[in-house]
Nanobody
Framework: QVQLVESGGGLVQAGGSLRLSCAAS????????MGWFRQAPGKERDIVAA????????YYADFVKGRFTISRDNAKNTVYLQMNSLKPEDTAVYYCAVVAKWYGSSYYATDSREYDYWGQGTQVTVSS
């Protein structure tokens, strides 16, 4: 119903920046919140950031707050994650996800169980 494709991952040095993109296609009309999650080897998949349909309501995990910025361009059906001041502990596979139901323009979700569709992930590696 909805397909998500992440891009923009790669290898950067500590302190560097990357911008991840997540392009959505298919039945996107009724979707609402989108989010970014990450999973490092041997670790759980954790919320990184989330945004509402409007893009005006956002959430950030404590470990990225002040460094990462989530935004979306609904005309392009794309969500972005700007990552600055990257740390080695940010190394992980980053996934985007979408809630494929309408809960209002200000709704967002931080629980992975609320998300309906997921991308395949993009690897982010931060060297020290």
């Amino acid at each position: 119903q909805v397909q998500l494709v992440e891009s923009g991952g790669g290898l950067v040095q500590a302190g560097g920046s990357l911008r991840l993109s997540c392009a959505a296609s298919g039945r996107t009309f009724s979707t609402s919140a989108m989010g970014w999650f990450r999973q490092a080897p041997g670790k759980e998949r954790d919320i990184v950031a989330a945004t509402s349909r409007s893009g005006l309501t956002t959430y950030y995990a404590d470990f990225v707050k002040g460094r990462f910025t989530i935004s979306r361009d609904n005309a392009k059906n794309t969500v972005y994650l700007q990552m600055n001041s990257l740390k080695p502990e940010d190394t992980a596979v980053y996934y985007c996800a979408v809630v494929a139901k309408w809960y209002g323009s200000s709704y967002y979700a931080t629980d992975s169980r609320e998300y309906d569709y997921w991308g395949q992930g993009t690897q982010v590696t931060v060297s020290s």
